[in-house]
């Protein structure tokens, strides 16, 4: 079965930091761009930061993360993270992991096939 599933999610004080892993089983996903999205309550969900595959890995992040977010990969693990620093109380979400059948990478919830079931993560001030 194809699947994306997350991990790391948690509750954390205002500075701190999480490690998010989103590992993928049921195909090989080298050649997929990947990304994170998150989604608050009462809230759209929202780009975070994708990692895509055009002969290199090229990442892109949310103005509001940028500096302090970091993705990365680790492909022969199928894996993807989101290594997240100086965690505000507006990055509290329920983080998702995707993956679209393209080595581009994209911004908009739609591009993407495949879905994780998200992880909660809780700032607290």
């Known amino acids: 079965q194809v699947q994306l599933q997350e991990s790391g999610g948690g509750l954390v004080q205002a500075g701190g930091s999480l490690r998010l892993s989103c590992v993928g089983s049921g195909r090989t996903w080298s050649n997929s761009a990947m990304g994170w999205f998150r989604q608050a309550p009462g809230k759209e969900r929202e780009f975070v930061a994708i990692?895509?595959?055009?002969?290199?890995?090229?990442?892109s992040y949310t103005d509001s993360v940028k500096g302090r977010f970091t993705i990365s990969r680790d492909v022969a693990k199928n894996t993807v993270y989101l290594q997240m620093n100086s965690l505000k109380p507006g990055d509290a979400a329920v983080y998702y992991c995707?993956?679209?059948?393209?080595?581009?990478?994209?911004?908009?919830?739609?591009?993407?096939?495949?879905w994780g079931q998200g992880t909660q993560v809780t700032v607290s001030s």
């Open positions: 990692s895509g595959w055009t002969g290199s890995d090229v990442t």
């Open positions: 995707a993956a679209r059948n393209s080595i581009d990478a994209a911004t908009s919830t739609s591009a993407y096939d495949y």
